[in-house]
């Protein structure tokens, strides 16, 4: 796994390198400099125009006239960062000293559209005297027949012995809840040490290709990610229901897909929000900086769910029933499934 991605990985750092010195000094910092420049590495290098069904040059052409050598930098950096935010991509910003733009709309979907409550989650499922296993907190439910983790965010460092530790807690669990919703991502080499416990026979987890050329769709030839080799002979080969939803970006929705090739895990919940590409930065001529994925990111189904990776159970929470009872639907069910050896591949 780490192989490919850190191919990737080089060659887009490399790109971000190479632009910088060809910019070098030679290109003047104005204004309609910076906003052209702008628009033209993201139409050269920006990997997702194909799923994200934006006319690039409807929207320099929208854009451009408000731009003009002399005008207020803030005024610039407006212009620039709403011709971003058309692309609704979490992994795209403009960076200035003083700002950082973001993807309006995808962030406020993040906030409100986020199906878990922590204060029911702790009280109710975790428990006040809940484990914590370095990133992941976690607990037994239904009398020790099931595991619940929740686990926060992919920038919580997880070793494959800690996630041994916490499945060695619970030697009477008939299966386990992995809760991810609200889990904005991280690094992607929590992944590996999650499904490093989980069956493997070497199985393609996914497919990725690198920008390589100046057309919307010049990509380089598709690399496979591997299923990592298990770190020993007894896995956890019971079912894994893992919890999603529209908090849940980049890594999260990189291990959502990771299940499609896993006979004991299942999704769980709601769409998630996607960010499947790897970003690398640039440069502009005013000394702005800027970030984009210069890669996509292919399922085993042959679909580039870039835009959100779609459960296999759908269900969202019921936030009448959680104020009025305190219970979480998602996890309640969840669990039943689960008792019940009522969920099939």
Same mark, same amino acid.
């Given at each position: 796994?780490?192989?490919?991605?850190? +191919?990737?990985?080089?060659?887009?750092?490399?790109?971000?390198?190479?632009?910088?010195? =060809?910019?070098?000094?030679?290109?003047?910092?104005?204004?309609?400099?910076?906003?052209?420049?702008?628009?033209?590495?993201?139409?050269?290098?920006?990997?997702?125009?194909?799923?994200?069904?934006?006319?690039?040059?409807?929207?320099?052409?929208?854009?451009?006239?408000?731009?003009?050598?002399?005008?207020?930098?803030?005024?610039?950096?407006?212009?620039?960062?709403?011709?971003?935010?058309?692309?609704?991509?979490?992994?795209?910003?403009?960076?200035?000293?003083?700002?950082?733009?973001?993807?309006?709309s995808l962030y406020y979907r993040f906030y409100t559209e986020t199906d878990i409550d922590m204060t029911t989650v702790i009280l109710n499922y975790l428990g006040i005297n809940y484990h914590s296993t370095a990133g992941m907190a976690h607990s037994s439910?239904?009398?020790?027949?099931?595991?619940?983790?929740?686990?926060?965010?992919?920038?919580?460092?997880?070793?494959?012995?800690?996630?041994?530790?916490?499945?060695?807690?619970?030697?009477?669990?008939?299966?386990? =809840?992995?809760?991810?919703?609200?889990?904005?991502?991280?690094?992607?080499?929590?992944?590996?040490? =999650?499904?490093?416990?989980?069956?493997?026979?070497?199985?393609?987890?996914?497919?990725?290709?690198?920008?390589?050329?100046?057309?919307?769709?010049?990509?380089?030839?598709?690399?496979?990610?591997?299923?990592?080799?298990?770190?020993?002979?007894?896995?956890?080969?019971?079912?894994?229901?893992?919890?999603?939803?529209?908090?849940?970006?980049?890594?999260?929705?990189?291990?959502?897909?990771?299940?499609?090739?896993?006979?004991?895990?299942?999704?769980?919940?709601?769409?998630?929000?996607?960010?499947?590409? +790897?970003?690398?930065?640039?440069?502009?001529?005013?000394?702005?900086?800027?970030?984009?994925?210069?890669?996509?990111?292919?399922? +085993?189904?042959?679909?580039?769910?870039?835009?959100?990776?779609?459960?296999?159970?759908?269900?969202?929470?019921?936030?009448?029933?959680?104020?009025?009872?305190?219970?979480?639907?998602?996890?309640?069910?969840?669990?039943?499934?689960?008792?019940?050896?009522?969920?099939?591949?």
């Amino acid at each position: 796994m780490k192989k490919s991605v850190l +191919l990737i990985f080089v060659a887009s750092m490399m790109m971000a390198s190479c632009e910088k010195l =060809i910019m070098g000094n030679d290109m003047q910092a104005s204004a309609v400099n910076t906003f052209g420049y702008l628009w033209q590495q993201f139409d050269q290098q920006y990997s997702m125009f194909d799923v994200k069904n934006v006319d690039w040059n409807g929207v320099y052409d929208s854009l451009r006239p408000m731009v003009h050598d002399g005008m207020p930098a803030d005024s610039l950096y407006e212009v620039c960062a709403a011709m971003l935010n058309t692309l609704q991509d979490g992994h795209v910003n403009l960076y200035a000293s003083y700002d950082v733009s973001r993807a309006d709309s995808l962030y406020y979907r993040f906030y409100t559209e986020t199906d878990i409550d922590m204060t029911t989650v702790i009280l109710n499922y975790l428990g006040i005297n809940y484990h914590s296993t370095a990133g992941m907190a976690h607990s037994s439910l239904c009398d020790g027949k099931v595991i619940y983790i929740r686990y926060g965010s992919f920038g919580s460092g997880i070793s494959v012995g800690q996630f041994r530790h916490i499945i060695d807690l619970y030697p009477n669990s008939k299966g386990m =809840i992995l809760d991810m919703r609200g889990n904005g991502g991280g690094s992607l080499s929590n992944i590996e040490h =999650i499904l490093k416990l989980m069956p493997s026979h070497g199985q393609v987890l996914y497919r990725s290709q690198i920008k390589n050329g100046p057309g919307h769709n010049d990509f380089g030839p598709l690399q496979e990610t591997y299923a990592p080799q298990t770190m020993d002979e007894e896995t956890f080969a019971k079912p894994v229901l893992v919890l999603v939803d529209k908090g849940c970006f980049s890594a999260t929705s990189a291990f959502a897909i990771c299940t499609q090739a896993y006979d004991n895990m299942w999704l769980m919940g709601d769409s998630t929000s996607g960010g499947l590409g +790897l970003p690398t930065m640039g440069y502009l001529p005013n000394g702005w900086r800027y970030r984009m994925p210069v890669t996509r990111t292919i399922a +085993l189904d042959g679909n580039n769910y870039e835009n959100g990776v779609p459960p296999d159970i759908y269900i969202r929470l019921d936030w009448d029933a959680l104020r009025a009872t305190g219970h979480d639907n998602i996890i309640d069910s969840a669990c039943c499934l689960i008792i019940n050896d009522a969920i099939k591949k």
